[in-house]
T-cell receptor, first 115, second 116 residues
Framework: AQSVAQPEDQVNVAEGNPLTVKCTYS??????LFWYVQYPNRGLQFLLKYITGDNLVKGSYGFEAEFNKSQTSFHLKKPSALVSDSALYFCAVSSPSGGSYIPTFGRGTSLIVHP | ETGVTQSPTHLIKTRGQQVTLRCSSQ?????VSWYQQALGQGPQFIFQYYREEENGRGNFPPRFSGLQFPNYSSELNVNALELDDSALYLC???????????????FGPGTRLTVL
């Protein structure tokens, strides 16, 4: 079985400071890893993905994530936070097990960026 | 290119009733997945359809059923509603290519279901 852990329910950061939202995963075989963002009363918006290749993945809105196989982590980062980045962030993992690539989502981390 | 749309936006039902939620996939996508997102939780996978056939199912009882139509739109049906079915139901579409390996999913805005 595959699983995702987002150990922080909430992350607070001041505008202009770097931010990190943590994610660790467990999966059989090679992981496919995703980050999504959800604004209030909205569906999930895709930010970035890791399938293979470079461990540092760049995505939308200046976000990036680093895949660390030894630590089974895929932390989301941004060098300089904006107030508009305040939202709910979900990490997800899937694998080709059974050919379905069905993702498992974490519980989400609420990011609050203070002016 | 149109995105994923869902209807209705909000719905209120009473326990024991049946409900149908609808999803229109993003143009060019051939796979649709449904998720249940309870308050304060991440999305939980219900099932996925590919070319009108169920292609994976999560840990949900049979009273959760679905359909995918030739135009790749989809329905989620829930019978005998229970209070715990109250949640945001998300539809996500993707393009499955044999051998491509992954499904990048595009989500609709969701349907908020309240069961009283």
């Amino acid at each position: 079985a595959q699983s995702v852990a987002q150990p922080e329910d909430q992350v607070n950061v001041a505008e202009g400071n770097p931010l990190t939202v943590k994610c660790t995963y467990s999966v059989s075989g090679n992981p496919y890893l995703f980050w999504y963002v959800q604004y209030p009363n909205r569906g999930l918006q895709f930010l970035l993905k890791y399938i293979t290749g470079d461990n540092l993945v760049k995505g939308s809105y200046g976000f990036e994530a680093e895949f660390n196989k030894s630590q089974t982590s895929f932390h989301l980062k941004k060098p300089s936070a904006l107030v508009s980045d305040s939202a709910l962030y979900f990490c997800a993992v899937s694998s080709p097990s059974g050919g379905s690539y069905i993702p498992t989502f974490g519980r989400g981390t609420s990011l609050i960026v203070h002016p | 290119e149109t995105g994923v749309t869902q209807s209705p936006t909000h719905l209120i039902k009473t326990r024991g009733q049946q409900v149908t939620l609808r999803c229109s996939s993003q143009s060019g996508h051939n796979t649709v997945s449904w998720y249940q997102q309870a308050l304060g939780q991440g999305p939980q996978f219900i099932f996925q359809y590919y070319r009108e056939e169920e292609n994976g199912r999560g840990n949900f009882p049979p009273r959760f059923s679905g359909l995918q139509f030739p135009n790749y739109s989809s329905e989620l049906n829930v019978n005998a509603l229970e209070l715990d079915d109250s949640a945001l139901y998300l539809c996500a579409s993707s393009l499955w290519l044999a051998g491509a390996g992954y499904n990048e999913q595009f989500f609709g805005p969701g349907t908020r279901l309240t069961v009283l």
